[in-house]
């Protein structure tokens, strides 16, 4: 087994503390990583309180990680020593379903494993970024260019992801008018690949305040969704929502802000059901949609993508030991946009 270090919530009553672990040693098919680096995701705190549902303890948080090749299993091919590499959400999936063979690994229809708070197929925990190593099978470890700043790469695998494959999948680009509703971590990297893209891009936000910043990111237009007068001047007006907050909010209200046929696409998490009403669908033949992460393919075209057009999240990097107080900032919006935790801290 290998010795490894981490910081893990040992309940979902303990805060995150330093935790020494075993990975299963490199087998013919894995991937060992050095973590240099790895993104905080909102759901990082979600699963650490048992918000969605009961967790896996101890656990290891981290599912946006970066860092350097240290060992591979005598039948890899496609990565090698001193590389640098990424994990993102997920580490295996069954590999035969008709979603797997199409690429979908985040849709296996036997459920993928996730990076962490998950069971292997064997059984046993898995442990995510929040830690200086990491072992992968080969078919799950992303190639990640010296060309970006690595640490604001790291949210790209879930941040970038999350956004880039709604957008990819109901080809939004030129002549569309897409509105990304909310501008936090996932929020500002929508933004990012829908001007990419050429669309025309509008902020929808409740905060006047970060007017400034959505421009700043690339963003034609903002309206402030807590000024009735705004929010009537653009009823009916976008082809899709890119719906990334997780907090309560009126859909009814938004979905009257699609034209007809638009598409309200959900990826943000609220931690309620929302209702909608029948006649905010049937007005406008308007659709809601959802979208998880991307497969593996996919998220390696979004790196390759983002290396092509110099796309990386805005990011604030951050000592580990600084964990907890991060977590508060984030939960008051207190950070543009991504925190990023260098692991050399740990």
């Known amino acids: 087994m290998i010795q490894a270090k981490a910081y893990a919530a040992q309940d979902s009553q303990t805060d995150l503390a330093p935790w020494d672990f075993e990975r299963r040693e490199v087998g013919p098919h894995d991937v060992q990583i050095e973590i240099l680096f790895c993104g905080v995701c909102h759901s990082d705190l979600h699963q650490i309180k048992n918000d969605w549902f009961p967790g896996v303890f101890p656990m290891v948080p981290g599912h946006e990680i970066v860092g350097r090749i240290i060992k591979v299993g005598d039948h890899v091919k496609n990565f090698k020593i001193g590389e640098l590499a990424g994990v993102g959400c997920m580490v295996d999936s069954c590999q035969v379903c008709e979603n797997c063979k199409e690429g979908l690994e985040q849709y296996c229809f036997e459920g993928n494993t996730q990076t962490y708070n998950n069971l292997d197929r064997s059984g046993v925990p898995t442990y995510g970024g929040y830690s200086n190593t990491i072992v992968v099978r080969e078919e799950f470890v992303l190639h990640v260019s010296d060309k970006l700043s690595l640490a604001a790469t790291a949210p790209l695998l879930c941040a970038g992801i999350t956004t880039y494959s709604p957008l990819r999948h109901w080809k939004v680009g030129k002549g569309h008018k897409l509105a990304v509703l909310g501008l936090g971590g996932l929020g500002h990297m929508g933004v990012k690949f829908g001007v990419a893209f050429g669309a025309e891009v509008t902020v929808l936000s409740t905060s006047a305040s970060k007017e400034a910043a959505a421009k700043e990111l690339g963003a034609h237009k903002f309206v402030v969704t807590s000024d009735p007068e705004q929010v009537k001047a653009v009823k009916s007006s976008f082809d899709f929502i890119l719906d990334t907050v997780s907090a309560p909010h009126d859909m009814n209200m938004y979905l009257s802000l699609l034209k007809t046929n638009g598409v309200h696409i959900c990826v943000g998490v609220p931690p309620e059901p929302m209702s909608i ?60 946009y991504r925190f990023v935790i260098d692991m050399a801290t740990l």
């Not at 907890?324 to 900032?329: A, D, F, N």
């Open 277 to 336: 009403a029948a006649f905010s669908l049937l007005g406008g033949r308007r659709s809601v949609a959802g979208s998880g992460i991307g497969g593996v393919r996919e998220t390696q075209e979004m790196l390759d993508f983002c290396v092509q057009h110099n796309i990386v999240s805005d990011i604030e990097v951050i000592d580990i030991k600084d964990i907890t107080k991060s977590y508060e900032r984030m939960l008051k919006g207190d950070v543009r």
